[in-house]
């Protein structure tokens, strides 16, 4: 039953991804990528990562929709339409997937409790974890107590893009004023 | 299950190939950004799918003795996930500084600003203050 659920959600993943690449609007593909990590929120629950999904949903499907479309909101929706021959964007991409298709036949069949990833650290975390940090939610125990340094760098790379936002946008704000106040 | 085994990783190159494709091939660097972002969902839906496992519950402590699937994938792309929009909104504002610096958000028109085909184009790289100050007055109309 999961894995029904699975494969139809990654079904309606290709055919929103297939309608991105043709439509033409902006608006139409910005919406339309939200409704795609709405889905991809929806895939993680049917894979019982139920953490990344709420994250999923809020920031890829809220937050990121709502910048780009402030982004078009200032920038405007209108999209030139291609010149150029898509024969080599399309030969490209072409050969690197079946390159990628090729990798996947030796990678462990979806699913197998036998496959390498779950060998290394992972018992440990999930024999361990309830007792060494007392929370019962495995993934928040690692992400604040084992690998808490990574989520320092998380927080790190994140403010460090947010005044970099800030610089770009702040001196957009104050070189309107400046002509404003004088020209008006 | 067995025919299906891999399906999963097919789905994921497919949409990280599209999410490619759209990089490379739309013009218009909004649409460029959204292509990056399939492609980064795509690496999220590669990580998701190889921590699970058969039969496996999300990994929250439940009866004792059930099958739990991987949590170190899931907190692999949490950071991934928050990551990920701080670095979309860092490229969309620069978008947003480009549109102000050339009045364009098209690739092949912000070139041609870049090299004048016929040399007879104003210098728009060193008089970026004025083409800033010039798109703004055009955006106020």
């Known amino acids: 039953m999961t894995h029904l659920i699975d494969i139809v959600l990654l079904t309606f993943l290709v055919a929103t991804?297939?309608?991105?690449?043709?439509?033409?609007?902006?608006?139409?593909?910005v919406m339309l990528f939200g409704i795609y990590s709405l889905i991809t929120a929806g895939v993680f629950i049917a894979l019982d990562a139920v953490d990344v999904a709420f994250t999923e949903a809020a920031v890829g499907a809220g937050i990121s929709t709502v910048l780009m479309l402030g982004t078009l909101a200032l920038v405007g929706h209108r999209q030139?339409?291609?010149?150029?021959?898509?024969?080599?964007?399309?030969?490209?991409?072409?050969?690197?997937?079946?390159?990628?298709l090729w990798g996947t036949a030796d990678m462990p069949r979806f699913g197998d409790p036998e496959a390498p990833v779950h060998q290394h650290v992972a018992?440990?975390?999930?024999?361990?974890?309830?007792?060494?940090?007392?929370?019962?939610?495995?993934?928040?125990?690692?992400?604040?107590?084992y690998r808490g340094f990574d989520t320092l760098g998380e927080t790190a790379v994140v403010f460090t893009a947010g005044v970099a936002v800030l610089v770009l946008l702040g001196r957009r704000r104050r070189q309107h004023r400046d002509p404003g106040s004088s020209g008006d | 299950m067995e025919l299906l085994g891999q399906y999963n990783y097919w789905v994921v190159f497919?949409?990280?190939?599209?999410?490619?494709?759209?990089?490379?091939?739309?013009?218009?660097?909004?649409?460029?950004?959204?292509?990056?972002?399939?492609?980064?969902?795509?690496?999220?839906?590669?990580?998701?799918?190889?921590?699970?496992?058969?039969?496996?519950?999300?990994?929250?402590?439940?009866?004792?003795?059930?099958?739990?699937?991987?949590?170190?994938?899931?907190?692999?792309?949490?950071?991934?996930?928050?990551?990920?929009?701080?670095?979309?909104?860092?490229?969309?504002?620069?978008?947003?500084?480009?549109?102000?610096?050339?009045?364009?958000?098209?690739?092949?028109?912000i070139y041609a600003q870049d090299d004048p085909p016929h040399g007879s184009a104003p210098a728009l790289a060193q008089g970026s203050e004025t083409a800033t100050a010039d798109s703004a007055g055009e955006a106020r109309r």
């Open chain 1, 17 to 29: 991804a297939i309608a991105i690449v043709r439509l033409n609007s902006l608006f139409a593909v």
């Open chain 1, 80 to 100: 030139a339409p291609q010149q150029h021959s898509r024969a080599l964007p399309l030969t490209v991409v072409v050969i690197t997937g079946v390159v990628l």
């Open chain 1, 123 to 145: 018992p440990r975390y999930i024999q361990d974890s309830p007792a060494e940090v007392g929370v019962p939610n495995m993934v928040t125990s690692v992400l604040a107590s």
């Open chain 2, 14 to 109: 497919f949409l990280m190939m599209t999410g490619f494709y759209v990089v490379i091939a739309r013009g218009n660097l909004v649409a460029k950004i959204v292509g990056l972002n399939i492609f980064q969902t795509s690496v999220f839906l590669l990580y998701i799918s190889m921590g699970k496992v058969s039969g496996g519950t999300a990994p929250i402590v439940a009866d004792p003795g059930s099958l739990y699937s991987n949590p170190l994938p899931h907190v692999l792309i949490l950071t991934a996930i928050v990551v990920g929009v701080a670095t979309t909104a860092l490229g969309l504002a620069l978008v947003v500084r480009i549109k102000e610096a050339y009045g364009t958000v098209e690739e092949d028109e």
